[in-house]
C-alpha cells in the first residue's frame, strides 16, 4: 500500500508542487494583504484623530478670537472718545456761551464722527484679530503637533507677543488717521445741513451712504491703498527699517507680519472686510430706528415699517442718539452690533481657511 501511495506521488509530483506552491503563496498574499489592510486602518485612524484634533484647536482658537475682540472693545471705545470728545463740548453748552451755535456744530461733526468711526473700527478690529490669531493659531498647532521631536518652535512666545502687539497701530496711529479721514466726509455731507432741519431714517441713511462712499472711495486716491493700513502699518514702518542688529525672533515677527499684510490686502479679505461694514452699518441703523418709531396709536405692528420712513427728526435731536451709539457698538458685553459681526458666515470661512493654511506642514502645502 505504501508502494501505491508512493508511486501515486511520484506520477503527480508536479501537481503537488504546483497546489503547494499555490497555496503558500495564497497564504503569503492573504498575511501582506490583512498587513496592509491593518496599516491603512491604523493610517486613516491617526488622520481621523490628527484632524479631530486640529478641528478642536480650531474650534477652541475661534472661542478666543470673540473673548479676544469683546475685551479690546472698551480700550477701542476710549481711545475713539479720548480724541472725540463731545461730553467736554456738551458740558460747555451748560454754561451757557456767547458761541452756542459753533458748539453746537462741533457736536455735529463730532458726534456723527464718532459714531461712525466705531462702525469701522469695530469692523476692523473683529476681522483682524480673525486673521492674527488663526495665523498664530497655526503655528502653535505645528508646534505642537508637528514639531515635537526638539525643532525649534515656528512661533516661539515672545513673536506671539510681538506679532499681536501690532494691533496697536489700530489703536494708535491707524485710528487717528481713520477719524481724520471720516471726519472730512462728515463735514461735506453734513456741515451744510441745518441743525433744525428734520431728518427721516431713509434719508439718514442717504447722508451715511455718501459718507461712506468718500470714505472708502477715497482711500483709492490717497496715500493709503486701502482700507487695510488703518489696520497695519506699511511694510518700511515695521520692524523691517531695522537694517541691522535684527533678532531670530525679529526675523520671523516680520514674517508673519508680511504673510498678515498680503492677507489683508487680498480681494478674498476686502470681500470679508465690507460684508462685515454692510452689516454694521445696518445694525447701526437698526439701532437708530428704536427713536424714530411713532406713537402708539394702534395695536397693529404691520404698518410699522411704513410708517418709519414718514417720521422725521430735526438734526438737533439726532445728535445726542447718534452720540451714544459709541457704548452699545464698542460694548464689552455682547451686544447685538457685535454678536451681527462675530457671526457672518463669511468671517467664519476666511478664518478657516487662513487657520488651514497656517496649520499645514509646508511639506504637504508644496
Known amino acids: 500500500m505504501l508502494s501505491s501511495t508512493w508511486n501515486f506521488i511520484k506520477r503527480h509530483k508536479r501537481k503537488f508542487i504546483f ?27 491617526a488622520e481621523y484623530i490628527a484632524q479631530a484634533r486640529r478641528q478642536f484647536h480650531f474650534e477652541s482658537n475661534q472661542r478666543t478670537c470673540n473673548m479676544t475682540v469683546l475685551s479690546m472693545l472698551p480700550t477701542l471705545r476710549e481711545a475713539i472718545i479720548h480724541h472725540l470728545n463731545s461730553e467736554s463740548l456738551t458740558a460747555l453748552l451748560k454754561t451757557k456761551p456767547a458761541n452756542k451755535l459753533e458748539i453746537w456744530e462741533d457736536i455735529k461733526i ?32 505645528l508646534d505642537n503637533s508637528v514639531t515635537k521631536n526638539g525643532m525649534t518652535p515656528l512661533a516661539p512666545p515672545d513673536v506671539q507677543q510681538q506679532y499681536l502687539s501690532s494691533i496697536q497701530h489700530l489703536l494708535g496711529e491707524g485710528l487717528i488717521e481713520l477719524i481724520t479721514v471720516v471726519k472730512k466726509a462728515v463735514q ?14 431713509q434719508e439718514l441713511e442717504q447722508q451715511l451712504t455718501q459718507i ?17 493700513w488703518y489696520m497695519m502699518p506699511d511694510e518700511e514702518n515695521t520692524l523691517a527699517s531695522q537694517a541691522c542688529g535684527l533678532t531670530e525672533n525679529d526675523v520671523t515677527t516680520i514674517k508673519l507680519l508680511n504673510e498678515t ?57 439726532i445728535i445726542p442718539i447718534i452720540n451714544g451709539q459709541i457704548h452699545s457698538i464698542c460694548s ?26 497656517f496649520s499645514t506642514p509646508q511639506e504637504l502645502q508644496n
Open 188 to 201: 461735506e455731507v453734513l456741515g451744510p445741513v441745518s441743525l433744525k432741519q428734520s431728518l427721516s431714517l
Open 261 to 317: 499684510r498680503d492677507l489683508l490686502e487680498s480681494p478674498d479679505f476686502t470681500t470679508v472686510l465690507c460684508t462685515c461694514l454692510s452689516r454694521g452699518f445696518i445694525r447701526f441703523l437698526d439701532n437708530m430706528s428704536e427713536f424714530f418709531r411713532p406713537p402708539q396709536v394702534d395695536s397693529n405692528p404691520s404698518s410699522t415699517p411704513d410708517r418709519l420712513s414718514h417720521v422725521s427728526l430735526p438734526l438737533a435731536k
Open 19 to 45: 497546489t503547494g506552491v499555490f497555496v503558500g503563496g495564497v497564504y503569503l498574499l492573504g498575511k501582506y494583504a490583512q498587513r496592509k489592510i491593518q496599516e491603512m486602518q491604523e493610517r486613516e485612524a
Open 110 to 141: 463730532i458726534s456723527f464722527t464718532r459714531s461712525i468711526v466705531a462702525v469701522y473700527s469695530t469692523c476692523m478690529l473683529v476681522v483682524l484679530l480673525r486673521v492674527q490669531l488663526n495665523v498664530i493659531g497655526g503655528y502653535l498647532y
Open 212 to 228: 461712506r462712499q468718500l470714505v472708502e472711495e477715497g482711500c483709492a486716491s490717497s496715500k493709503h491703498k486701502s482700507l487695510s
Open 332 to 357: 464689552e458685553i455682547p451686544s447685538h452690533f457685535v454678536q451681527d459681526l462675530l457671526l457672518i458666515d463669511q468671517v467664519k470661512e476666511f478664518a478657516a481657511n487662513v487657520y488651514e493654511t
